[in-house]
């Protein structure tokens, strides 16, 4: 077109005003909707990206090609344990793919469930301390773990007896009920003074098993070399006790879980009502999950009262009485009125707990520094239980109020494999040992009835043969073993199993890229391996950005589908109106292209102006947004945005992208009514004229 057309064009833009200011603000408002959302989903895409790739999953994740389901670093949300394979030499893989050009990296990983548990009970300690409170003569603290004692045995007598409506063995639990009787005879408790012994082991043998069965943890665990984790992992952070030395076995629990799944129930109950409050801002009378929350709380106070000894029942006591002084009655009626909290108050019980209550009882049920029992079932379908110290806590930086990025704890691989089911070189050699020890020979199956009734000078022998045999195969897996050795090497971790593995690039390579490179470098050394990226990795969580993007371009099309009818309706009406005008152009000459050309280019005109206004918009909305982020309105959000905040970033291609579409559809619409245009006839127009 010629500077001619083009003055023309923007004439007749200003000379009909009103339809122009209709097609130009559904243009720039469609530009801006489209930017917007552009740079909103990228922007989430890439926290999220960030989440994974620094936290849990690298950029690329390798597994067995033969695996039978797919990976899914978080769960696919179903029961049963999925089938990944597995890599029995993880070193072979390693040595391999680390050499591919932009790999910094390889961490070994394989996932299991475990059972945890503590053994006693509250009951267990009160008869414990009652045995000191008995021998030191301590005799008014005596009366007092006698009361505790009868309290936590009623409470144990109202569960036991409503539980006989639903139990199937009701004589086990009339037996139980029996036996709490026996501690209601008048003149029982006397017995401490005359035969303590035979009280106490009563209490010991025929009580103390009626009370709770202690604690119960279902945790899932990731398998890892920690030291390389830790080292590879940016946003990875230690908050309590210390990393686990390298080359030692040992566990590390997340954060999430320690302060959700092992912590005290009450301490729980206020530190959700804080976070509640003072994250999203909610309050106890408006919300109706924390008014709920804080009704249930003041029925929790033997998570209190259970908790602390004679000493320390008596300073709470006293201190209690001191900030409830309207209150009477005893300990457990204090308690339970300091528990009845609401948004006035609220603040500073909080802070009476933590400062006065928690130094008194257990806060976890076990603690940094034990040694804890983890069991698991393994491969074969076994329970195995292993011992290992717990070093510490930790969490994923700017992720630590979302469960997702601490969902596993992490243990040593080493240990993970024990409880996956494989035996250790060291186990093997303890075994081969033992087998050399009672002389025992390899038998094959054709000679097995021989050996067993005939060749043998014993059937002892034969027995024990068959035993290591079995022991020596996979089944052996079944045999619980304690720790050999609490410290490994580099070489043990490559010798041996690995379920999958986070694949670290250097900063700045592309993904695509380096996958192919990769999977070419398995397949010309026949690993037998798969790569897959984050977004496949995280299953269900990574698709969440597909679905995402589905839902932007549905709502897009929309919006533009009646856009377009819009503004083909209002060409339409400008055409119309403009007919003498058109039809005194072709009477002086003009061409039907030349009419056509003229409608366009008014339209791109209009649609580059109207474009850039939006893009214009859109790119200071995403600024502004970028400086003060848009809060995370829930748990799962904050792992979307790898924070409690997501803050957007623009890019050239959103603008270039919103522009580019929006001029197409501004095009095609105009198409119609330019056609009608151009069939406009000199006669007619001179008719319409008069």
Not at 272 to 291: G, M, P, V, Y
Not at 627 to 634: E, L, R, T
Request: aromatic share 8%; with cysteine; proline share 2%.
């Amino acid at each position: 077109m010629d500077t001619m057309s083009i003055q023309i064009a923007v004439r007749n833009l200003i000379a009909h005003k009103f339809s122009s200011i209709i097609v130009g603000t559904i243009i720039t408002f469609g530009t801006f909707l489209l930017v917007l959302g552009l740079a909103l989903t990228d922007s989430v895409n890439q926290s999220m990206e960030r989440t994974i790739t620094s936290s849990l999953g690298g950029n690329l994740q390798v597994y067995s090609q033969d695996a039978k389901d797919e990976l899914s670093l978080y769960g696919d949300g179903f029961m049963g344990t999925p089938d990944y394979g597995e890599m029995l030499r993880f070193g072979d893989a390693r040595e391999v793919i680390e050499a591919v050009p932009g790999v910094k990296a390889m961490v070994p990983m394989g996932s299991s469930s475990v059972i945890v548990s503590n053994d006693g009970n509250e009951l267990d300690s009160c008869i414990n301390e009652l045995r000191d409170v008995v021998d030191n003569g301590q005799q008014e603290m005596r009366q007092e773990l006698i009361a505790k004692i009868k309290s936590i045995i009623a409470d144990r007598e109202a569960e036991i007896t409503r539980g006989r409506d639903v139990a199937g063995d009701v004589e086990r639990l009339d037996k139980m009920l029996e036996q709490i009787e026996t501690i209601k005879v008048a003149g029982f408790w006397d017995g401490l003074d005359t035969k303590p012994d035979e009280v106490f082991y009563h209490l010991d043998t025929n009580i103390a098993p009626l009370g709770d069965e202690g604690k119960i943890g279902y945790f899932r665990n990731l398998g890892t070399d920690i030291t390389r984790f830790s080292q590879n992992f940016d946003s990875f952070q230690i908050t309590q006790g210390t990393m686990v030395p390298e080359g030692e076995r040992g566990y590390l629990i997340a954060q999430r879980v320690y302060d959700q799944r092992v912590k005290n129930k009450v301490a729980k109950a206020f530190d959700k009502i804080k976070d509640q409050r003072d994250t999203f801002d909610k309050t106890i009378e408006n919300d109706a999950s924390l008014k709920s929350e804080a009704k249930r709380l003041p029925r929790q106070y033997r998570g209190i009262t259970y908790e602390l000894s004679t000493a320390d029942s008596r300073m709470l006591n006293d201190k209690l009485k001191s900030l409830l002084p309207s209150v009477e009655g005893t300990l457990d009626e204090r308690v339970q009125a300091f528990l009845k909290v609401d948004d006035s108050n609220f603040d500073k019980r909080y802070d009476f707990f933590y400062e006065t209550i928690v130094p008194m009882i257990k806060l976890h049920w076990f603690n940094v520094g034990d040694t804890i029992t983890l069991r698991a079932v393994t491969k074969s379908g076994y329970y195995k239980s292993i011992n290992v110290k717990l070093w510490g806590v930790y969490n994923f930086k700017g992720l630590e109020k979302t469960d997702l990025a601490g969902a596993a704890n992490l243990i040593d691989l080493i240990s993970f494999r024990e409880l996956y089911g494989l035996m250790s070189e060291e186990m093997k050699a303890e075994l081969n040992s033992i087998r050399d020890e009672v002389n025992t020979q390899d038998v094959d199956r054709e000679n097995a009835e021989d050996a067993l009734f005939g060749g043998s000078d014993s059937l002892e022998d034969d027995i024990e043969d068959d035993t290591f045999n079995a022991l020596d195969s996979n089944e052996g897996e079944q045999f619980s073993h304690t720790l050999l050795d609490t410290t490994f090497d580099a070489e043990d971790i490559d010798n041996g199993l690995a379920i999958h593995a986070a694949i670290i690039l250097e900063p700045g390579i592309d993904q695509l890229q380096a996958k192919t490179d990769i999977e070419k470098a398995i397949q010309e050394n026949k690993l037998g391996l798969q790569v897959v990226g984050w977004e496949e990795a995280s299953g269900l969580i990574g698709q969440f950005i597909v679905v995402l993007r589905v839902v932007l371009y549905i709502a897009i099309f929309i919006i533009f589908l009646v856009a377009l009818v819009i503004i083909n309706n209002s060409m339409v009406m400008a055409t119309l109106e403009r007919v003498t005008e058109i039809g005194t152009m072709r009477a002086i000459g003009a061409q039907q292209n030349f009419i056509m050309k003229l409608f366009l280019l008014e339209i791109m005109i209009l649609g580059i102006f109207s474009g850039l206004v939006g893009s214009g918009f859109g790119f200071l909305t995403i600024q502004w947004l970028g400086q003060v982020g848009i809060p995370a309105p829930s748990r799962q959000l904050i792992f979307l945005f790898s924070g409690p905040k997501l803050f957007p970033t623009i890019g050239l291609e959103h603008i270039l992208i919103g522009l580019a579409v929006v001029l197409s559809v501004s095009l095609i619409s105009t198409l119609y009514p330019a056609r009608i245009a151009t069939r406009i006839e000199p006669v007619t127009a001179m008719q319409a004229k008069e």
